[in-house]
Every structure is written in structure tokens, then in C-alpha cells.
């Protein structure tokens, strides 16, 4: 039986949507390869009660809707208008806590824990725990202290190995609560005399949660010492010209930094990551570390009015957002150490096309974005290859379909030369499938099935754009649109172009990869060869 798809939610009008977070997916529903310990913890996957009915129901009628939240932003945006954000100053800072806590109804527990939530989502956002998970919580006797308390549990449960150094404890209920909670978790706490001097021996990320805005003075004991760890250990990394190890992580106020002025003396902490919360404070102004994040989701629309603030808007369901400039990347020094449980010839389907349907349907379970998007490469009779993204729209026992203009550059090149090469990427699952094979188009029958399928837009879409084509400008496109629209707003049948239609591509070789630790990846190739008379599949381990 072919294995048809329809993925109308995955139209233009849905590619805005960015940044999803996915927290985690029960086995039962995945192939026994699936399921790699990604680098990014805030990528894995998840599918609640209601999202598993959900998911049964896409396997039995192969339709999925995106449902991903009703304001998705780039973080493009907010680095583009990172300018123009709300500064508070420490008076500010005060009076909003007491309107959150006063005639907004909000207690202390909740801003704490949702503070907390924050510094952590942050904090996965960019120091995977992979190559980050020794955490040391660093733990004040005030709010900030208990917001440390609070990310140190969420770095727990999302795969980080936390410790907790917390030396001047609170003696009231909200924060006894805090440590229970982590000490039911078996998470260590370490007192200062416990910590070495050196602190880069034993943790890969420290979070200052010492002091808020409403620290006045000067340290005192034990903080003061620990802080001075702190800023020695960024002037040794410096002075060994090595990457500094570990990272800090200050909430909201690096601690021992003026709120307003910031660090007044340079020779204070310099964190690599502030989480300023509900409102960047004035000192983030004199932040230079790379990471700069904005948490604390929760502020009325009354405080947003009555402070004049502009703040830049969350993406997806995260409780972060990234805000000032972009930091430096060096390209050559990006790379990720893959995780994922080996994948063997004993695993593997004996027909490639079997195969990739079972990954297909990880894919799915997994709620990754597009995932029947595939590069299409192509090329002329003179060799010269050309790539391009195309949607996946069928497979069966004959092949991979996708739909297209005849007249475009990729249909001219298949004309010339009818083979091709075909290649998903499944990042979050460190996966991929790489295939080959000779092209052909589909019955004309099928080309004008899947037509009508389509929404009426993109029905008046592929009249519309003579693909590949120079055009003077994109009025001409939205011209047309509306001259047709307005032709078949009666509702009836919109006739498929003669020169729109669908391309199924037979596979002859088809790869599927998934990444493993230090570039030793597993490969296994499937290729058609002739036993008796009969083509069969036949099975090898490349090198990777």
C-alpha cells in the first residue's frame, strides 16, 4: 500500500514559527534505535497524554498540524531591537517586586520558581550539558539565592549534575522547602571550606546567585572570599590564554556590581552569562560577556504601562530570550559530540524503503519541524550540480515523490539527466538517509490528485510563479495572485498547470547515518545488486 503524506500545516504561512522547546519522549513509542542523548537538553522531545492521542491518530491518517504557540519570534528580532529595551534602576527594580507580590497577587514562591525556571532554560540554551554538566550553584541568603536554588533542581531534571554551595541558609519555610527538595534529589551541597581554590578542577559551570538588586555594602564572609575565587579565576584563564573554565552564570546582578553602575573598579566578577530577570537592570548596560538572556515571563501588561518598559516579546513557549549583541563565533572551533545508541546490521529492515518509514516515523513522534523536508540535488548533461529543499509528499515501494514546476531549473536538469540524490537531516536526532537513484515523473493522474489536494493558495500559487524565472519584483507575483484569487473566489475547480506536476525518484542507493561520540559514526548502505537474475538489497558498513 503506498505510504502517502499530506502535510498541508507545513505551508509558507507556517515558517515563521522558531525555537521550540521539547522535553521528553516515552520509549515506548520509538524504534530501538532512536532516542541519542543530544547535546542540546532543551531539544529533546516529549509527547504528553494528550499529544500521544495526538500522534496515533497522524500514523492513521498521515496529517500533522504545527499547534506551536500564537507568537513565534526570531531571535533575529529581539538582537535587532536589543537598543531599544527597558533599563531599570534599583528603585524601580524594588517597586515592581512589591506591586508583583502586593495587589498583583503573586508570592514569593512563584516569582522564585518561575526566576529560577529561567536562569535554567538559559542556561541550556547555550552550554550544553554534554560538554557543561558539572554545575556549581553558588547560593545567597536572599531571593537571589532561592532563584539559584530553583535552577539548580531544573538543571537536575534537565540532565546537568548539579552541586550546591549555600552557606548562609534562610531559616523559613520557603527556602527549607527549596533545599528538601534538592536534597531528595541527592544533590550534594558543598560548603565553602569543601570548594577548591582552583575551581576550574571541578566544575564546568558556576552560577553567581549570591546577591540581588537589593544588596547594598560590601560582602561579607564567607562571599566575599568565594567571590574573589570568582574573579581569579577569570585573570588566571586569562593570563594561561586558555578559554576560561568554568563559565559563570549570574543571576540578574553579577555579584558585588553596583545595580546602576555596574562594576565600578573593573575588578569584579566578569560573568560569561547574565540572566537578568523581569527587567534588565541598568549595570547589564556594562555586560561584555556573550550571553545575555532576559527571564522571568510573567509581567502584567499594569507594570509594563505604568514603567514605560519595551520588552522584547518570548519565542515559542521558552521562559528565555536572548537580547543584546550576537557574540563572536569562531567557525572552525564549532562542532558537537554526538550521543546516540549504536545502530547495527541487526537492527536494520531488509528493504531500505521499510527502513526509512520506521525512521520516518521517529521523526514524527519526535515533533520535529518539517521533517519530510529533504535537499534535492540535480544535475545537467555537463555535470554541474545544483541543490535545492523540496517537501517529501510520498513514498512507496516504487519510490520518493515531491512536486514541482516542470519548467523549473531542476526539472530542465532532470530532463537532461534523469538521476538524482536525495538527503534528510534530522539534527535533534543526530540522524540522516542519503539516497540515489533515477527520476521520473508520476502518472498525470497522481500530479492532478495531489494538486487538488493543496490549499486553494498554493493551488493559485503554482499558477502563478513560473518557477526559476526573472521577475521585476515580488508586486508582480501578489498582482497575479489577486487577479486569480478573485477569478475562482466562487469556489470552483482551479485547473492544475500543464506544467506543474510530481517527480518520484527510485532509489538504487540508499545511506542512513547517525552520529556517534569522537566522528565514529555508524554508516550502513544499502545498494541494488543482481543475485540469479534478481536485483536484492544489499547491506554494508561504510567508514565513517
Same mark, same amino acid.
Given at each position: ?24 519522549? @516515552? *520509549? ?6 532512536? #532516542? ?6 532543551? &531539544? !529533546? %522531545?516529549?509527547?504528553? +497524554? ?122 523559613? @519555610? *520557603? ?6 527538595? #534538592? ?6 551541597? &558543598? !560548603? %565553602?571550606?569543601?570548594? +577548591? ?348
Amino acid at each position: 500500500m503506498p505510504y502517502l503524506l499530506n502535510f498541508t500545516s507545513f505551508s509558507n504561512t507556517t515558517t515563521t514559527n522558531t525555537n521550540f522547546l521539547f522535553p521528553t519522549l @516515552p *520509549l515506548s513509542n520509538l524504534s530501538p534505535s532512536f #532516542l541519542p542523548t543530544h547535546p542540546s537538553s532543551h &531539544l !529533546s %522531545v516529549f509527547l504528553s +497524554s494528550s499529544s500521544r492521542s495526538s500522534t496515533l491518530g497522524f500514523f492513521s491518517s498521515w496529517k500533522l498540524s504545527s499547534g506551536m504557540g500564537d507568537r513565534a519570534v526570531s531571535s533575529l528580532d529581539n538582537l535587532q531591537m536589543s537598543d531599544k529595551i527597558s533599563y531599570l534602576t534599583q528603585k524601580e527594580a524594588a517597586e515592581i517586586d512589591e506591586i508583583l507580590m502586593g495587589p498583583l497577587g503573586f508570592s514569593v514562591d512563584q516569582l522564585m520558581e518561575l526566576a529560577g525556571l529561567s536562569v535554567a532554560a538559559s542556561i541550556a540554551e547555550v552550554y550544553r550539558s554534554n560538554d557543561y554538566g558539572r554545575v556549581l550553584a553558588i547560593c545567597g541568603p536572599g531571593n537571589n539565592g532561592g532563584d539559584g536554588l530553583v535552577a539548580a533542581r531544573h538543571l537536575y531534571h534537565f540532565g546537568y549534575k548539579p552541586f550546591v554551595c549555600y552557606p548562609k541558609r534562610t531559616p523559613k @519555610p *520557603l527556602y527549607a522547602g527549596l533545599v528538601t527538595q #534538592l536534597e531528595s534529589l541527592e544533590i550534594p551541597f &558543598l !560548603s %565553602v571550606e569543601d570548594l +577548591s581554590q582552583d575551581l576550574s578542577k571541578d566544575f564546568d559551570i558556576i552560577i553567581d546567585a549570591m546577591f540581588g538588586f537589593s544588596f547594598h555594602g560590601k560582602p561579607r564572609p564567607p562571599f566575599d572570599d568565594v567571590i574573589q575565587r570568582l574573579v581569579s579565576l577569570h585573570s588566571h584563564a586569562q593570563a594561561q590564554s586558555r578559554r576560561i573554565s568554568p563559565v559563570i552564570v549570574s543571576v540578574d546582578i553579577p555579584s558585588g556590581w553596583h545595580v546602576e553602575e555596574g562594576d565600578l573598579d573593573g575588578q569584579r566578577i566578569k560573568p560569561d552569562m547574565l540572566v537578568s530577570l523581569t527587567a534588565p537592570k541598568l549595570c547589564a548596560k556594562k555586560f561584555c560577556g556573550p550571553h545575555h538572556f532576559l527571564g522571568g515571563r510573567f509581567v502584567p501588561l499594569s507594570i509594563v504601562k505604568k514603567y514605560k518598559l519595551n520588552l522584547p516579546p518570548y519565542p515559542g513557549t521558552s521562559m528565555c530570550v536572548r537580547i543584546g549583541k550576537p557574540p563572536s563565533v569562531d567557525i572552525s572551533a564549532l562542532r558537537e559530540n554526538y550521543l546516540s545508541p549504536e545502530f547495527l546490521e541487526d537492527q536494520v529492515l531488509a528493504d531500505p524503503i521499510d527502513q526509512f518509514r520506521r525512521w520516518f516515523d521517529d521523526v514524527v513522534a519526535a515533533g520535529l519541524r518539517e521533517p519530510n523536508a529533504m535537499a534535492l540535488s540535480t544535475a545537467d548533461k555537463g555535470g554541474k550540480v545544483s541543490s535545492r529543499m523540496v517537501l517529501l509528499k510520498g513514498v512507496d515501494e516504487h519510490g520518493f515523490v515531491w512536486y514541482t514546476n516542470y519548467e523549473s531549473q531542476k526539472a530542465h536538469e532532470l530532463s537532461e539527466n534523469p538521476r538524482a540524490s536525495l538527503l534528510f537531516y534530522w539534527n535533534e536526532l543526530n540522524r540522516q538517509v542519503r539516497i540515489e537513484g533515477t527520476v521520473q515523473k508520476v502518472s498525470d493522474e497522481e500530479s492532478e490528485q495531489y494538486f487538488h489536494s493543496r490549499p486553494r493558495g498554493s493551488q493559485i500559487g503554482a499558477i502563478v510563479s513560473k518557477q526559476s524565472t526573472v521577475i521585476p519584483g515580488r508586486h508582480v507575483l501578489h498582482e497575479e495572485y489577486k487577479a486569480l484569487e478573485a477569478k475562482f473566489s466562487d469556489g470552483k475547480l482551479i485547473p492544475k498547470p500543464e506544467h506543474w506536476g510530481g517527480y518520484r525518484l527510485k532509489p538504487t542507493v540508499v545511506e542512513f547515518w547517525q552520529g556517534q561520540q569522537s566522528r565514529l559514526h555508524d554508516r550502513l548502505q544499502y545498494s541494488l545488486i543482481e543475485i540469479e537474475g534478481k536485483q536484492a538489497w544489499h547491506i554494508v558498513r561504510l567508514a565513517p
